[in-house]
């Protein structure tokens, strides 16, 4: 059996067990601002969150933020799923309905 070597260009090498950055524009996208889907908003209660991640493993939409070692919400990109609360082993998010805040829901200036 033959064997063949392939080179492959430095900048097209992928790092094991790393996280490829995805080409220009990076970043947050404007236009992909889901957050006016949302009826119900995730709330968490510091006090109960053992920092486990579970939601932010398990948010399909990247908008859990871990910001020195406490948990946050991107609101402009929270779709509203509930995943977060359902994955949490201590209960510590609860989803509370949009229009109970004051900020209320995050609206487009434009659409698209």
């Known amino acids: ?9 430095k900048e097209k090498l992928l790092p094991e067990a790393g996280i490829v ?11 992909m601002i889901t957050g006016c889907w949302r009826v119900l908003r995730p709330v968490i209660d510091h006090e109960k969150c053992t920092m486990c991640k579970s939601c932010w493993i398990f948010c399909p939409d990247q908008a859990v933020e871990i910001i020195e070692e406490e948990i946050t919400f ?6 509203g799923c ?3 609360a359902n994955v949490c082993p201590v209960g ?3 989803r509370v309905p949009e229009l109970d805040f004051e900020d209320g829901v995050v609206r487009l200036e434009k659409l698209f």
């Open 74 to 79: 991107k609101l402009k990109y929270c779709k």
């Open 21 to 31: 950055e995805a080409p220009p524009p990076n970043g947050e996208q404007e236009s």
């Open 82 to 84: 509930g995943i977060c």
């Open 1 to 9: 059996m033959k064997s063949y070597e392939v080179k492959i260009q």
């Open 92 to 94: 510590a998010i609860e």
